[in-house]
């Protein structure tokens, strides 16, 4: 029996360093998926599905003295763009004449944001390299992003074999199974991108201008005060950014961010005024799912693009605390 044992040893302490190594190399790659956006310029096109739709659009990254460039636009649809330069994101849509400007935050590629701190993902996010594959005609490496717990979305990510860059990325629900998919069918790296590609196409003149910059009615609150918390949230999420909203005709909307480091969560709290209609349920829009509750008359909402499990378990921790 001692032989049997030993022997059985033999083959499992292979198959548990090759997970190790597996996982490790997997973690290299995202990375080396992290930094090549600092350092490359590169163009393309790509599709992206979400909520049973497709749609197709075109990119051109810039890196330069001021930092990362990067424009957006739709080739279907209404033609909307997005254009960031550094942590400023402006958004034009065409379709109701109006522009957002917002601020972007850590400075993040608009396909796909990580922390500054990767490592921090391991806590929640166990990491395993698949098998070698090929997008828009380039060999790619493939890492599956699972959550170790139901709480958050898995992902599945291709990874240029040559340059680093995402090549193609999909957000899998609790089954595992593709909501949302982004997937380059071409892309090229070059040594510049002109500025005029840089540029939006309408000057946005005639159109409604939202800019967050400007408005004095949104106000962060990254002192803390307030009298909202979130008392029990799944574990690796914590509170990342705190907004005051207010408007001379309406009541002040507390907005608090959440973020694992890689799914994220915002949560909103407004009084009710007599006229409102609480919403109280869950709702969703594709990957998105929102749950809605009443906490001290105030009407509490959770969004994000994670399980509803996670937006009702958020929810239903939201408390009012008195004398903060």
């Known amino acids: 029996m001692k032989a049997d044992y030993k022997f059985l040893f033999l083959l499992i302490v292979p198959v548990v360093s090759w997970a190790s190594d597996s996982s490790l190399e997997a973690f290299e790659q995202l990375k080396r998926m992290y930094a090549a956006p600092q350092t490359l310029n590169y163009q393309g096109t790509f599709v992206y599905y979400h909520d049973g739709k497709i749609e197709t659009m075109k990119i051109f990254h810039s890196v330069g003295i001021e930092g990362e460039k990067e424009r957006l636009y739709h080739l279907n649809g209404s033609a909307r763009e997005i254009v960031r330069e550094q942590n400023l994101v402006t ?3 065409p379709d109701n004449k109006s522009v957002m400007v917002n601020k972007n935050q850590g400075n993040q590629n608009i396909l796909f944001a990580l922390p500054e701190n990767i490592e921090a993902l391991k806590s929640s996010y166990r990491f395993i390299l698949g098998k070698d594959d090929r997008i828009a005609g380039r060999l790619s490496k493939t890492v599956l992003v699972r959550p170790k717990d139901n709480y958050r979305y898995g992902r599945k990510l291709w ?12 957000l899998l629900n609790e089954n595992n199974r593709t909501i949302e998919l982004i997937m380059f069918t071409e892309i090229s790296v070059v040594d ?3 500025a005029f590609l840089l ?5 946005g003149k005639e159109f409604t201008w939202h800019n967050e910059l400007a408005n004095d009615g949104v106000k962060d609150n990254d002192n803390g005060v307030t009298n909202w918390v979130v ?4 574990n690796g999420f914590h509170s990342t950014k705190h907004y005051l909203r207010h408007v001379s005709t309406e009541p002040t909307v507390e907005h608090i961010v ?3 480091g890689l799914a994220s969560v915002s949560v909103y709290v407004e009084r009710l005024a007599t006229q409102n209609k609480k919403f109280i349920g869950t709702s969703y829009m594709g990957a998105v799912n929102v749950y809605g509750t009443v906490v001290n008359d105030h009407q509490v909402t959770v969004v994000g693009e994670v399980p509803k499990s996670t937006v009702k378990l958020i929810a239903s921790s939201v408390q009012y605390v008195e004398n903060r």
């Open 199 to 203: 540029k939006p196409t309408v000057s």
């Open 231 to 234: 008392k029990n949230m799944p």
């Open 192 to 194: 510049k991108i002109p």
């Open 159 to 170: 990874i240029d074999t040559d340059t680093g860059l995402l090549l193609s990325s999909a």
């Open 91 to 93: 958004c034009i849509l």
């Open 258 to 260: 959440l973020s694992d």
